[in-house]
């Protein structure tokens, strides 16, 4: 079965840099959720988007940004990337709304870890 | 404002011991409730889930039964093994937000 797709798996940048990372979600997910998770830390909840519009936000830095394109992929672009935003970003989608046991979960990608030096 | 409380880790067990992981929370309405397993360098993936109270969520024989009373939601295992040695997240969707909460995550160890 299709995942969530996240690229890249790694990315290493210098401080005050930018960096975009890229979420595929599940063929048909209708919502797809940015997470940052510090290392030893619970994941923290960024920001989501339902049918393409922000639905929800979360402690996402002024930095920070996202978007939900036309098919339904989503990029957190992160703008003057200071030592802190070093972390793992995590994607997720889900069917909200949806009845079947499998729908209204979250399923996550693999991650994208990235280091700011 | 909607949260989840769970036992600090890290708990280490030994093989075949029995598991529980204790889950609160706080939430307005009836949330829908989650655990999350994440071994090293991967996401989190979903073990089990309920979504009204008093349902039971079970799946690879861990176990837990929503409990609005005490508003719980407590994983169990009857007797684990080596390979369910990883980090188990508690987590919530309160009831018309698409927001899901989080808690800071168990440690479970098992050794052979």
């Known amino acids: 079965a299709a995942g969530v797709i996240q690229s890249p798996r790694h990315l290493i940048k210098e401080k005050r840099e930018t960096a975009t990372l890229k979420c595929y979600p599940i063929?048909?997910?209708?919502?797809v959720y940015w997470y940052q998770q510090g290392p030893g830390q619970d994941p923290q909840f960024l920001i989501s988007?339902?049918?393409?519009?922000?639905?929800d936000k979360g402690s996402i830095p002024d930095r920070f940004s996202a978007q939900q394109f036309s098919d339904y992929h989503s990029e957190l672009n992160m703008s003057s990337l200071e030592l802190g935003d070093s972390a793992l970003y995590f994607c997720?989608?889900?069917?909200?709304?949806?009845?079947?046991?499998?729908?209204?979960?979250?399923?996550f990608g693999a991650g994208s870890r990235l280091t700011v030096l | 404002g909607n949260s989840v409380t769970q036992m600090e880790g890290p708990v280490t067990l030994s093989e075949e011991a029995f598991l529980t992981i204790n889950c609160t929370y706080t939430?307005?309405?009836?949330?829908?409730l989650f655990w999350y397993v994440q071994y090293p360098g991967e996401g989190l993936q979903l073990l089990l889930k309920?979504?009204?109270?008093?349902d039971k969520g079970s799946n690879k024989g861990f176990e837990a039964t929503y409990r609005k009373e005490t508003t719980s939601f407590h994983l169990e295992k009857g007797s684990v093994q080596v390979s369910d040695s990883a980090v188990y997240f508690c987590?919530?969707?309160?009831?018309?937000?698409?927001?899901?909460?989080f808690g800071t995550g168990t440690r479970l160890k098992v050794l052979a």
């Open positions: 997720a989608s889900s069917l909200v709304g949806g009845y079947p046991s499998g729908a209204n979960v979250l399923t």
């Open positions: 988007f339902y049918e393409k519009m922000q639905s």
């Open positions: 939430a307005t309405g009836y949330p829908s």
């Open positions: 309920a979504t009204k109270a008093d």
């Open positions: 987590a919530l969707r309160a009831s018309g937000t698409y927001k899901y909460i």
């Open positions: 063929p048909r997910h209708d919502t």
